[in-house]
């Protein structure tokens, strides 16, 4: 299996631009507007997923609607690509050529949709309730989503030329996995190999080595570290990018090339934002060239229509 493919991380000069009128529920760019430390969405989006690429666009999924909403980080400027059907837009994904993966929550369902067009490309049911389809990651074969109501992940074949499959195969966690109670598997990303997927799980903050053509779960050694609340994950290189949502950090972790241990080599919290910008529940990240982006899903704040929604910019250290 290839690592996983990182369209977010290419840096590339082009700007995706937004032209015409604006629809509603878009955001005009910020005065002075060179990659801004805080970008603001729609009012009353409720923000989970961020994918980014290629360029510096992305991509957001609303949890009350699953509409997909896409931004500029240069400007902040953006608008509404594809209406939702409802239920939610979690996790996301992009590959090279213009599809946006959707983990879709509660309905049971991965969406792929045509970022050009808004259109969905691709409607595939994965379980029946209860379920969480939480989160996405892609490598050159396949989508592969967790369930974080269920021990068990989905996958997605990919062709040669990055098609999706109609149809999904569940692909159970056994081994040394333990579902608990609670939130189980949610954020996922493949090992610095790409031989394998790491799952973490948000309750016992633990994170496991998962063979993709099994399903056995290895625990990887943190060294004592635990990842509680353990949300989004990105891979760049060795380093593993772990949200801790309600505890409004980021873990750094270098791992070693096999994914069977890692340590934690640094925390990102608010101490290393810029000050016109702050966490409220990080829920996902994503990177362009030297920065991460997350959005803030204020878990914490009861959701309304006038409620504020942001995206945050942290720089990442030479050598992540």
Do not use: C
């Amino acid at each position: 299996m290839s690592r996983l493919l990182t369209a977010g991380a290419v840096a590339v000069l082009s700007l995706a631009l937004v032209s015409g009128a604006q629809p509603a529920g878009a955001v005009s760019a910020p005065p002075g507007g060179s990659f801004p430390a805080r970008i603001e969405l729609p009012d009353g989006f409720q923000p989970e997923g961020i994918a980014i690429g290629p360029g510096p666009t992305a991509y957001f999924g609303s949890r009350a609607d699953g509409d997909i909403y896409e931004l500029s980080l240069r400007t902040g400027e953006g608008r509404t690509i594809s209406q939702g059907p409802g239920t939610p837009s979690l996790g996301l994904k992009t590959d090279r050529d213009g599809r946006l993966y959707v983990a879709g929550g509660t309905s049971g369902t991965a969406r792929v949709i045509d970022t050009e067009t808004g259109a969905v490309l691709r409607d595939i049911p994965l379980a029946t309730a209860p379920t969480f389809v939480n989160d996405v990651v892609l490598t050159r074969d396949a989508a592969w989503f967790t369930d974080s109501n269920r021990p068990q992940l989905y996958r997605v074949a990919r062709s040669a030329d990055g098609e999706p499959a109609a149809s999904a195969t569940t692909v159970p966690l056994t081994g040394e996995w333990v579902q608990g109670s609670g939130l189980g598997a949610n954020g996922i990303s493949t090992t610095p190999t790409g031989r394998a997927l790491l799952v973490v799980n948000s309750t016992s903050g633990l994170l496991y080595r998962v063979d993709p053509a099994t399903g056995v779960a290895t625990e990887v050694d943190l060294g004592g570290a635990s990842l509680t609340a353990g949300d989004g994950m990105l891979r760049h290189g060795r380093t593993l990018y772990v949200v801790r949502n309600r505890l409004n950090e980021i873990a750094v972790l270098r791992l070693s090339r096999s994914g069977l241990s890692g340590r934690l080599v640094r925390t990102i919290d608010s101490g290393d934002l810029a000050s016109s910008t702050s966490f409220d529940v990080p829920t996902t990240v994503a990177r362009f060239g030297s920065r991460l982006y997350l959005p803030n899903a204020r878990f914490t704040t009861t959701p309304t229509p006038t409620t504020d929604y942001w995206v945050t910019k942290v720089r990442a250290r030479a050598g992540d």
